[in-house]
């Protein structure tokens, strides 16, 4: 369930490298109990946007307000809300792996230890390995452990998956499929892995060159693009077809497959009817739609 | 373009080489300045001095087939396996046959010796081109080649290398045959070791750090990371930390209130002292074993030299990580920073500062029971270090970690700015009489330098911790 305070508040936030606009008056606010896919392409300025809401990074212009707080000036109290899965999986190379995990629960007084032992079980996490001597699979599941592990209220996953072989995807979204039964909590996952965002999100922030082009929810978006199938009952397609805002289309003498823009299913059932066709409506995958937007 | 002439080309699309050109050039002016003195002046032993240059230029060309050679991709290239022989070839004997012809000018030789001079000439310095291009192929770390500097110091202090080098320049010259099948021996062994098969196999994909590396944190960390385990590999559990330290520091985090500053002041003198402290703890016998020679070494230096020890944590601190910077693995907000970074500096100050006092009372029984020692007509005194200057680290430290904040992302640069910066307050009136001990420091000036010092520190740490990125590329 989405309530309506939001817990991050972008407004005109802008982030320069150098010559490099990494954010462009970003416009944001995400809401308690989103869970959101933040896709891009490489610099589309994803990991600056995670890195501002939690303070990382500080905008140059603009407000960026986390859990009520100046970002630049989260405290303790708020920084413990929040798990973040750093993409470059920065962790401490010469502790064990149990001491490193020691050491990070020290910090939190709500730490769940059954939590920590089902998923060092699942995830067949070695104890006794130095951090530093992993591989980077293994460096991510403990990352995410990390991050999960005091059950934060707001979870900021940059590209957690990137490294896990299938199984390990798997279990990670049966993770992320658990963790987001908690109405309370809102999770921001950016991922290249789109087949899998797609199953657990349900809000979408489309970035690119450090704007964001769409945000909304997935629903919307996945209802805003169709592709379908028109196959003429008698004979050949007209030469003309009666679409607008028609974003592909491969046509054959009787048959056309075609990808179009805000159209409801009533409307495209009605034209193929005035075309005396049969239609086959299918939805797009996010992959589809991200590819579609972002070119 | 032949794959040869794509490798040759790194001599100049390498950066750091334009650096390194700019340093042999300078070195060979030098050189050619002294072969000139040698020759109007009728000097002996000048002539072996490309020699030197030899082996040092061998060091820094080796680390361009290494380079190559250490990356996966090469592995597969068609053509490349012998291209590391090839290449060194190429650089390393035009170089050494052009300063062979500088006993052309050699004085009182025939055409016949003169000819064979520099051919014998050319043997000795392709062998010290390929001593120091084996040295680097054998090591991975190109820094072990610093440890030879002291090494060539101490040889000239106490084996009187100047007899030495003239006794190989006699042979050179008087005795070419010797050296040149010497020559040809160790260029067969050359061309037949750079030409190995397995070359590639043994060098492909392994971690070595070259001369410019220790600009590269994230490859210095990996590095240190691999050795560990290696080192975990030959004596299991020994290079970790002892479970006694680890319940020390985590009981205190977890016992310490929650959010609160004092969580952090401990995980950072964990993070920062954990590993020191075991290795400590578990083996402080090494400790000592390095450094008492060391130290002896030092006091029976003569002048003030043996004072450089005060100098030493303020120096090596510069490779402190304060973490400041680090992604979000605990929830310390950049207060929590600030402090933490704070704290972790005030303590390395005191023991630094412990240490080295530790170290000068401890010279002072040492004065009265260490014998002179007699080496070949030179006497040497143990002389005890001046306790006057404890004070030293408190006032480098902080001045250090500052310049270390500045330049993060690049440690060598901080190093030698670091250098640069004692330097400079080395020359100041202040730094001048503590040198020398001569005129009784005041204490005013010392709370005053104290006082600035930690003042630009805690200034910079603010900036950096308030108002500067804290992870990944921006500033």
């Not at chain 2, 030409?195 to 590095?223: P, T, V």
Request: charged share 20%; proline share 4%.
């Amino acid at each position: 369930m989405i309530n309506g305070n939001p817990i991050v508040q972008m407004r005109k936030v802008s982030k320069r490298f150098g010559k490099i606009q990494a954010l462009d008056k970003v416009d944001l606010e995400i809401k308690r109990g989103e869970i959101i896919g933040l896709l891009g392409a490489n610099g589309a300025g994803k990991s600056t946007l995670l890195r501002c809401i939690i303070g990382l990074y500080l905008a140059e212009e603009g407000e960026c307000v986390t859990f009520e707080t100046d970002a630049g000036e989260l405290s303790p109290k708020e920084l413990g809300r929040i798990g973040y899965v750093h993409q470059e999986g920065e962790l401490l190379g010469w502790m064990t792996t149990k001491q490193l995990i020691r050491y990070v629960s020290a910090y939190y007084e709500n730490w769940n230890h059954e939590l920590e032992e089902q998923y060092i079980e699942d995830f067949d996490i070695s104890l006794k390995d130095r951090v530093g001597s992993l591989s980077p699979g293994q460096r991510q599941k403990l990352a995410i452990l990390l991050a999960i592990g005091f059950e934060p209220e707001l979870l900021i996953l940059d590209e957690p998956a990137s490294a896990l072989d299938p199984i390990a995807r798997g279990q990670f979204l049966d993770l992320l499929l658990e963790i987001i039964q908690d109405e309370n909590r809102t999770i921001i996952i950016s991922s290249h892995i789109l087949s899998d965002v797609e199953k657990v999100i349900d809000h979408t922030l489309i970035m690119r060159k450090g704007s964001v082009l769409r945000d909304c929810s997935f629903d919307s978006l996945r209802e805003e693009f169709v592709r379908f199938t028109l196959t003429c009952l008698d004979g050949p397609l007209p030469t003309e077809l009666p679409f607008e805002n028609v974003i592909s289309c491969q046509k054959s003498e009787g048959r056309a497959v075609m990808t179009v823009q805000n159209y409801s299913q009533e409307m495209l059932e009605a034209e193929a009817k005035a075309l005396n066709c049969e239609i086959e409506i299918r939805p797009l995958s996010l992959e589809e739609i991200y590819k579609i937007v972002a070119s | 373009m032949s794959i040869l002439r794509a490798n040759l080309k790194h001599l100049y699309q390498k950066r750091s080489f334009w650096f390194i050109g700019l340093f042999f050039g300078t070195f060979a002016f030098l050189i050619i300045m002294v072969l000139i003195e040698a020759v109007t002046e009728n000097k002996q032993g000048r002539f072996f001095a490309p020699a030197i240059l030899m082996f040092f230029v061998g060091t820094f060309i080796a680390t361009l087939p290494i380079d190559v050679l250490t990356k996966p991709f090469s592995y597969c290239l068609p053509g490349h396996r012998k291209i590391p022989r090839e290449f060194l070839s190429f650089v390393g004997l035009p170089l050494s046959f052009l300063w062979s012809l500088s006993f052309l000018f050699y004085p009182d030789l025939n055409i016949v010796k003169t000819i064979l001079a520099c051919l014998s000439a050319f043997s000795i310095f392709t062998t010290f081109y390929w001593l120091g291009v084996w040295f680097v192929f054998r090591f991975r770390n190109w820094g072990v080649v610093f440890a030879l500097l002291p090494l060539l110091a101490l040889g000239n202090m106490w084996l009187n290398m100047s007899v030495f080098v003239k006794h190989i320049e006699y042979t050179i010259v008087e005795n070419p045959l010797s050296m040149i099948l010497l020559g040809i021996l160790v260029n067969f062994l050359a061309w037949r070791y750079w030409g190995r098969s397995n070359l590639a196999r043994w060098y492909c994909g392994i971690l070595w750090i070259g001369a410019f590396d220790a600009w590269n944190i994230e490859k210095m960390s990996k590095f240190r990371l691999a050795r560990l385990a290696e080192r975990d590999k030959k004596k299991p559990g020994s290079f970790r930390i002892s479970s006694g330290v680890e319940g020390f520091f985590v009981s205190r985090i977890s016992g310490a209130e929650t959010g609160g500053i004092g969580q952090y002041i401990w995980g950072s003198l964990y993070k920062s002292f954990g590993m020191t402290v075991s290795q400590h703890l578990q083996d402080w016998m090494r400790f000592w074993i390095v450094i008492l020679p060391i130290l002896c070494f030092l006091c029976y230096m003569p002048g003030g030299g043996r004072n450089f020890i005060f100098l030493m944590p303020g120096i090596m601190v510069v490779f402190i990580n304060l973490n400041v910077r680090s992604s979000l693995l605990i929830s310390g907000g950049r207060r929590e920073r600030f402090w933490s970074a704070l704290s972790l500096a005030v303590t390395t100050a005191i023991l630094g500062t412990f240490f080295v006092t530790f170290i000068a009372v401890l010279t002072m029984p040492l004065e009265l029971i260490l014998p002179e020692l007699t080496i070949k007509g030179y006497t040497a005194v143990f002389n005890a270090l001046s306790i006057k200057l404890f004070f030293l680290p408190l006032l480098m430290i902080p001045i250090t970690f500052a310049i270390g904040l500045v330049f993060h992302k690049k440690p060598m640069l901080a190093m030698v700015f670091v250098v640069v910066v004692f330097q400079i307050l080395f020359f100041l009136s202040i730094f001048q009489n503590l040198k020398n001990c001569l005129v009784p420091i005041g204490s005013v000036h010392v709370i005053i330098a104290f006082v600035c010092s930690w003042a630009v520190f805690v200034a910079v740490l603010r900036y950096v911790c308030m108002k500067r990125s804290l992870v990944g590329q921006g500033k």
